[in-house]
Each structure stands twice: as C-alpha cells, then as structure tokens.
C-alpha cells in the first residue's frame, strides 16, 4: 500500500478512532491505517553453521527451535492488522495480553517493559518522510519481543520489509549477527531504526536550509506556513525519539540479565546515536525559531523604512502645502497676489525649503 494513501491530504496528519475504549484491558483491537494486504509472517533461524529463511504457512512453524538446539529464532511479522494471528502468536510466546495490545496500537508511544516470564518489551516509531514540500514524517509502529532464544519483531504493513538490510547481513556470512545470539540481533534492527532517524534528519536538514535562504532572499513573498510545518515535524520527531534514550538506557544498566555482558557496548553505541539525534532535532528547532523571528524582523524593518519614506515626503510637503494654502485664500488685500512677479518668487520660496529640508534630513542621516 502505497503511503500517500495513508492521510488525507499532505500537511495534515491523519488521527486514528481508539476502538479499544471501554473493554476488558487486554482486548486487541487494531489502531490504525486500513491495510488490504495480509500479514506475513516469516520465520528466520540461524547459528554460525548456517540460515534459514522462510514464510510461515502453519502457526506450527512459528516456535522456537525445539531438542536443545543451539539455534536464534527470529520471526518477522509484516502487518499487525491482524489481531486474531497476533493473538496466536502471543499464546504460543505465552505474551502477556497487554502487551499484544501495545503491539496492535500504532498510536502507542515508544516504551520499554520487562516481564518476569523472562522476556522483554520494546515498542518505537520508524520514521519516514512521506512528502518533501511540504515536508511530513510518517511514523511506522516497530515492536520487538526478545526471549532467550528468540526474536519477535512487529511492523506496520506501510512500505517494504525495513528489517531486510539485517536478514541480507544474515544470509551473506558468518558475522557478529549470526555468532552472536538474539540479543545482538535486537541491537542490529534497533541500529536499523535509528540509523533511519539520522537519514529522516539530512532531510529535515536540507528543507531547513532551502527554507533559510528564501526567508533570506524574498522575504516580503515568503509564508510563515513551511516554517510551521518544519518546526511542526521537528516537534513530531522529537516526541518519538526522545524516549528512546530512556529506554536504551534502561537496557544498558548492569542489572539487565537479557543482555550479554559483550553485547552491551554497541547498546551504549546506540544510546550516542539516539543523543546525537536529539542534539540535531533541538538545534533545528533552534533554528527554526531564530527563522521565524528574522522573517518578522525583515518585514517589519522593511514597513519601517516604507514608512520613514513617507514620513520624509509628508515633512517635505507640510510647508509647501502651508504655502500654497495661504496664497490660494483669495483675500483682495494679499499684496503678493498683485506682483508681477508673485508666482516666481512663490516657485523659489518652495524650492528653497524643498532642498533646505532634504540637505537636513541627510545631514540627520534619516535619508
């Protein structure tokens, strides 16, 4: 499905019904874009000997590996529309209810959640830019259950498969993600994620950049509404990262027995990234306020000069006015009105106050 298709227009982000209000806690109830295609659910299994990739035809296929394999489960669900598979699925990880019901929430905001059935919970937004002009991120809903020997990840069926640059990882060699357990596997789709936030931010970048130079070069023409609408993403991505470094913080404690203990520092790698992101989306918004507040200094000093012009042409003609009034009074006895000459000295008398009063208003710098 195409992500055009998922607002009603570009600009203005499209809010979803909460369908789930009033019932039982624990009832799964899919928020979110209408998705016509079916989800999928594929199932990878690894070690270093070897991969194996395949979509599930049979719930069945869905379950760890069995008789004491030394082998990463990872199953890869594509769509979470689907309540009634989600709901199997949890039943077969034995998953709490609630959390199956954060997974099926694309409203959801990020969070982390340890359950004491010995697995964790991790749900987060991908980010996407959906239009350029102007510009709108559309955030996916990205879930992941890590048990000791296996991987569950939920994606929103909104573009491809965003996971595919790690199974590629996977099927190409023996490297960390596959010597390593599913612990690493978390720590490479979690990179995949925030390396996307770096990618969504040269974006943001680049509009901000294209926008300064038009407040800068046609200011009088320029709207203040691309201003909003970045300073309205900036503040969209800023709401969905920041938790993300509470929770990869959350992870990186010492007292975190899910983690290996050599698989912590790229955790703490992932924590740099997610700080310098937030660092990039808070100089932005900086920016983006300094923008505002230069346009409306422009214009104003630009209405500023407009009016110290006019003010200059009204001293200007506030005595020639005074002049011609009084000689248009029509009084017989205005000795003036009968010289020969009258009209020519009038003309000079003008014209001398005309270039006096502009000789003092550059001597006074106003011109």
């Known amino acids: 499905m195409e ?4 607002k009603t227009h570009v600009g203005k982000r499209k809010r979803y019904k909460r369908k789930n209000l009033l019932t039982s806690p624990g009832t799964l109830t899919y928020i979110g ?9 594929r199932r990878i299994r690894y070690n270093e000997n070897g991969v194996s990739n395949e979509l599930v035809k049979s719930l069945k296929e869905c379950l760890p590996a069995q008789n004491g394999e030394k082998v990463t489960t990872w199953l890869d669900v594509d769509g979470i ?9 949890g039943q077969l990880y034995h998953l709490h209810p609630l959390l199956l019901e954060d997974v099926v929430n694309t409203e959801h905001k990020p969070k982390l959640e340890f359950y004491d059935a010995g697995y964790l919970f991790i749900t987060l937004k991908m980010l996407h830019v959906e239009s350029s002009s102007p510009i709108c991120i559309s955030p996916e809903h990205v879930s992941f259950v890590l048990g000791t020997d296996y ?18 990882r996977l ?22 994620v925030i390396d996307n ?25 320029f709207s203040l509404k691309d201003l909003y609408a970045l300073k309205r993403e900036l503040t969209v991505a ?87 009034g009084v000689y248009g009074m029509n009084f017989d ?35």
Do not use: C
Not at 33 to 41: A, D, G, Q, R, S
Not at 156 to 163: A, G, K, M, P, Q
Not at 201 to 221: F, M, N, P, Y
Not at 335 to 356: D, I, K, N
């Open 33 to 41: 874009p209408e998705v016509e295609m079916k989800t999928k659910v």
């Open 171 to 192: 099927e190409a060699s023996a490297g960390k993600t596959r010597r390593h357990g599913p612990d690493y596997l978390l720590f490479a789709l979690l990179d995949i």
């Open 151 to 168: 991987l569950l990840s939920f994606q929103e069926e909104l573009t491809n498969d965003i996971f595919s640059p790690v199974l590629t």
């Open 3 to 6: 992500q055009n298709e998922l």
């Open 333 to 367: 006895n205005m000795p003036e009105l009968h010289s020969r000459y009258g009209y020519f000295y009038v003309w000079g008398v003008m014209a001398v106050v005309t270039v006096a009063l502009i000789l003092y208003f550059k001597s006074k710098k106003w011109m």
């Open 81 to 89: 529309h689907e309540t009634g598979l989600i709901e199997k699925l």
């Open 238 to 324: 800023r709401r969905l990262i920041w938790p993300v470094r509470d929770m990869i913080n959350q992870l990186i404690r010492e007292d975190n027995t899910m983690l290996s203990k050599d698989i912590i520092p790229y955790y703490r790698d992932l924590y740099d990234h997610v700080m310098q992101v937030i660092d990039t989306i808070d100089s932005y918004r900086e920016l983006v306020a300094s923008l505002v507040d230069v346009h409306l200094s422009t214009i104003s000093n630009r209405m500023n000069s407009v009016m110290k012009t006019l003010t200059i042409f009204s001293a200007v003609f506030m005595p020639l006015t005074f002049i011609v």
């Open 197 to 221: 936030y770096f990618i969504v931010l040269e974006q943001l970048g680049d509009a901000l950049d294209k926008t300064e130079d038009e407040v800068i070069s046609r200011a009088d023409d």
